[in-house]
Each structure stands twice: as structure tokens, then as C-alpha cells.
């Protein structure tokens, strides 16, 4: 009698490369130029500079997870991954402008203002936004209409007053104020959260599931959304400004509310488990079997260093 | 025998106000609350503050005529109508912020910024960009998949780097530098003229219309926009600021190139009128009958005092 056979372990490093060499060369080859003429008068190198060569790329990384999940249209994740980056770049430029949290370096490198001037930074910011739309509604017949509808809705959603611009009004209305547990919840559901899930959901969109497996993806994007955002409370505080690539013990000292100012370190750390726990069970109720990538991303997330 | 009857002549002033009781009663509720909960700490007010009560709306009136000469969708075009008009209201909520023009007035009112704080009008503005690809992706039947795919496509063409915001670009980097005539014509081309070309063309793909009325639309749309900033520099110069509610002289005040500054006030006026012939040479190129509202709007646009 044999040796029962040994599943191969699931690598998420060799995972996360592959699906990166896409989405890098997808960026770079859209941001440069999707169709037409290039950017003019500089626009876009500020454009390239702002989602070019750095982070970590974990919003495509879910797109491309679910997507393999229910083995949708590799195309329509595709764009959706550059899209939803495209969103997160163009926000971080906003959010480090002068009238918002006036940060001038980011992954270690100056931010898009200081680079550009604050004018170029709000324009390559509009860009982005309206670029992420346009990846999303391809002319050739790559992605169907239904589903081209579909993630531009759940786009706009995620990253309207509903979604990220609706998170940051309320972060901008908190500083310096204690919010409820309730009240930081709202927040971060709004301002990290609707986009993380977002990319789950556009993720899973690129293919064709009942509703009781929508459901339990949207529990899934709603626990590691969460999660994500406790987590990098608790880096601000235990990290160091090198490990993160950004200034650490920022939002102490910006007198920001946080998961750790609320519930001290050690509830927060319990917190995050919790949220990993809840995930990977939302994963096992969705029914869906090719949940590799999208289960050790969640832990990643929960248990990185940086 | 009887005199031949009389075709009613077609009133402009009847019909925009028709347009637009329907056009304003949209934007009133889409702007407070499309779907789901309203806009959270003080974004909802600055974004309706931004687009409610001001403006000449002669986008959505583009996008409703070019709606009604094709036989479209009414319920599209109105989507579309509001749609184009957030997204030139956040290009005005921008443009007027410190870093871009520092404008403290618009339609006499203190400009977002000034009311709201810099932060809220950059969160606004960015809000309201993506409620308008929401906009476009109802989610009931009213509007077809493929409808909803290509009016975001092309309202993404006209709002990013190809569009809008290049020409924002553009405008920023020739400030008192000399511009070539085709220089200027392809700073306004994407500045303005993308956004009101495809207003045009929005309201048509509301329906369906043959290559050719197709092309002979892009053309009457590409006038047009043209048209409306000649007459922009021309009014600058000659009309009062009360007129205009906005600071006349101000492109001479800041050297900023103009068609007026480029060939002088009498030619530009003749400019005007070419456009103006042009634009209604190509509607009846088009071959479609019901053109009274496209053809007014053009004579309006290029024969308007403010």
C-alpha cells in the first residue's frame, strides 16, 4: 500500500509573483498609455509616478484571488486589479496633499505634490480616478457588457461618499475627538474597508456565482477589510518607520483615533484574529473550492510585520 | 383654399426650462442620496453645494437634445445628463481651489474651498467623480448593460488624461508662455471641448444611430466645443464681471494665451460664427430630422452675452 500523496503546500509568495508580473505589466503598459495619445504637459509622469514601482499591491492580489476562486474572466480581473489599484494610488496622492495629511514622503520617496506641485498632484489624482473607469470599459469584447456594468458600479460604490471618500470626511471630522467603537467602525468600514471588499467582490464579479456564495465572499472582504485597518493600528504603534516604509506612531501623535487608542494593544491583537477566523470560515461557507490564494491572503494581512 | 399652416416655431426657452425642471429634480436627489445612506460628516453638503442651484447646466442640455434627435432612452439620457454635469462640477470645485486658480467666488458664492475647507472640497470633488459612473450603472433594467458600459467609456474618455484633466494639464504649463494656434485649439480641445463633445455623444449613444449621423454628431460636438471657449475668451474681454458672475479680464490679468489674445477680437468673433456654421452644417449632415434643440443651443451658445 502507498504512501497517501501530499497535496502540494500552497506557496502564497510564488502565487503573489505570477499573478504580479500581470498586474505590473498591465500597469505599466495602461498608465502609460490605455489607448490614444499619451498623457500631456506631464501629467503623465505624475500619473506613472504615483502607481508605479511600489506597494504591495494587495487590493489586485484580492481581484486576482477571487477571480481564481470562481474562475472567472482572467481579462475582466485583470483590468479590475489595475483598476482598484488605480483608485488606491489616486487617493494616496489626495490624502498626502498639504489640505489633507500633508505627508511628503511615501514608500520612501517624495510624494506626487512635492515631486510635481500640488496643482499636477489634484490633477493626476482626477486622472487616476477617471483612467480606473476607463480600464473597466474596454471596447473589444474581452469583457461583456453585463460584466463591464457591473464592476464599474461596484467601483463607483466603493469609492464614492458611500465608500472612501465617504470614510475620509468622517476621519477628517474625528481628529482630535473620541469616537465610539461604533462611530471608528463606520469609519474604517468606509475608508479602507468598501475597497478592500470591493476587490473581492470585482474579483468575483469576472466570474458567475449564486447568491448564497456572493454572500459569504462579501463576509470574507467585510472581515479582511476590518482587519487590515487593526492590524496596521497595532504596526503604527509596535513597528518602526523603516519596517513600514512610512512614519510610524503617526496617528498618536496626530491625536487620531485607532483601534489600539480604543481597546489597548492586546485586544486588538486578539481582535485581528478573530477577524481572520471569521474570514476563513465565510471562505469555507461560500462552498467555493480553489480558496488557496484568498485564505493565505487573509492571513498575510493579519499576521504580516509590516 | 386654406394658407399653409404654420410650423410652430421652436423656442428654446420652453424647452431648455422642460429639460431642465427634470434635469434639477435628478440632481436633487441623486446628489443627496442615490442609494443607500446620504454622504456622511459635512461631504453631502459640500457636494451638493457644488453642483444644486448654479450653473447654465448646458451640458445635460447637450446630452437631452442629442437624446431627443436620436430617439434614445430618456431615462439614460437623463443619467447621462446629470452624470456629465457632476463631473464638470467637480472640475469647478478643483479648479477653483488654492493650488489650481484660487478662486474665492463662483456664481457669486463663496467658491467649496472657501465654505468648506480645503479637505472637504478635495473629498467633494473626488465624491463626485464617482457618483457619476454610480450614476451610469443603475442597477434596474432602465438602462441596457451595453448602454451603462459605453457611457462610461466615454464619459471616462472626456473626464481623464485624454479629456479634462490633460487639459487642465496643459492649461497649467503654458501660463504665460506663448501658444502656438494649434497648441491652444488642442489645450481647449481636451480642457472643454472633451466633456462637451461627449455630452453630445452620450445623449446619442442613448439611442441608435449609423456610423455616419455618428461622425457628422462628433463633428457638431467637436464645433461646439470649440465654439463655447472662443466665445468664453471674447466675453472675458468685453462683457462686465456682474454679467458674467465671474471676474471678467482675469485670462489677461494672469497672461494666460486666449484666442482673443492670439488673433485679436474681430477675428475671433468671425471664428465664432464659423464654428457656429459649421456646427449646424454637420446636424444637417447628420441626416436626423428632430435637430431643433441642437441647432438653438448651438446659436445660444455662440450668441450668448454671458
Redesign the interface.
Known amino acids: 500500500m502507498n504512501a497517501p500523496e501530499k497535496l502540494p503546500l500552497f506557496e502564497l509568495s510564488t502565487w503573489s509573483t505570477r499573478q504580479l508580473a500581470d498586474v505590473e505589466q498591465a500597469l505599466s503598459r495602461w498608465v502609460a498609455c490605455p489607448?490614444?495619445?499619451p498623457?500631456?504637459?506631464?501629467?503623465?509622469d505624475a500619473?506613472r509616478y504615483a502607481v508605479l514601482d511600489g506597494g504591495k499591491r494587495l487590493r489586485p492580489l484580492l481581484v486576482m484571488a477571487a477571480c481564481e476562486a470562481v474562475g472567472g474572466n482572467a481579462q475582466a480581473a485583470l483590468r479590475s486589479a489595475c483598476a482598484v489599484e488605480l483608485i488606491h494610488a489616486?487617493?494616496l496622492v489626495?490624502d498626502d496633499?498639504p489640505?489633507?495629511d500633508n505627508d511628503v514622503l511615501r514608500r520612501g520617496k517624495p510624494t506626487v505634490h512635492v515631486k510635481f506641485?500640488?496643482?499636477?498632484a489634484?490633477?493626476a489624482?482626477?486622472?487616476l480616478?477617471?483612467?480606473?473607469?476607463?480600464l473597466?470599459?474596454p471596447?473589444d469584447d474581452s469583457v461583456?457588457?453585463?460584466t463591464?456594468?457591473?464592476l464599474?458600479?461596484m467601483?463607483?460604490?466603493a469609492?464614492?461618499?458611500?465608500?472612501m471618500?465617504?470614510g475620509?470626511?468622517?476621519d477628517?471630522?474625528?481628529v482630535g475627538k473620541p469616537l465610539s467603537s461604533e462611530q471608528l467602525h463606520?469609519m474604517h468600514r468606509?475608508k479602507t474597508g468598501a475597497l478592500l471588499q470591493a476587490s473581492v467582490m470585482m474579483g468575483a464579479a469576472c466570474g458567475s456565482i449564486g447568491a448564497a456564495t456572493q454572500s459569504a465572499l462579501r463576509d470574507y472582504g467585510a472581515a479582511v477589510g476590518l482587519a487590515f485597518q487593526v492590524v496596521d493600528d497595532i504596526l503604527d504603534v509596535t513597528a518602526d518607520s523603516a519596517t513600514l516604509g512610512k512614519t510610524a506612531g503617526k496617528d498618536a501623535a496626530q491625536d487620531k483615533p485607532t483601534f489600539v487608542s480604543l481597546m489597548g494593544l492586546d485586544a486588538s491583537r486578539d481582535y485581528a484574529q478573530k477577524l481572520l477566523a471569521q474570514a476563513l470560515a465565510s471562505l469555507k461557507a461560500s462552498g467555493l473550492k480553489n480558496t488557496d490564494a484568498l485564505s493565505a491572503l487573509a492571513d498575510m494581512l493579519v499576521n504580516r510585520s509590516a
Do not use: N, V
Open positions: 489607448s490614444g495619445a498623457a500631456p504637459a506631464g501629467l503623465g500619473m489616486y487617493s489626495h496633499m489640505c489633507m506641485g500640488q496643482a499636477q489634484l490633477l489624482g482626477d486622472a480616478q477617471a483612467l480606473a473607469f476607463e473597466l470599459t471596447e461583456s457588457a453585463a463591464q456594468a457591473a464599474c458600479r467601483l463607483a460604490l469609492a464614492g461618499f458611500q465608500g471618500a465617504g475620509q470626511a468622517i477628517l471630522a474625528s463606520e468606509l
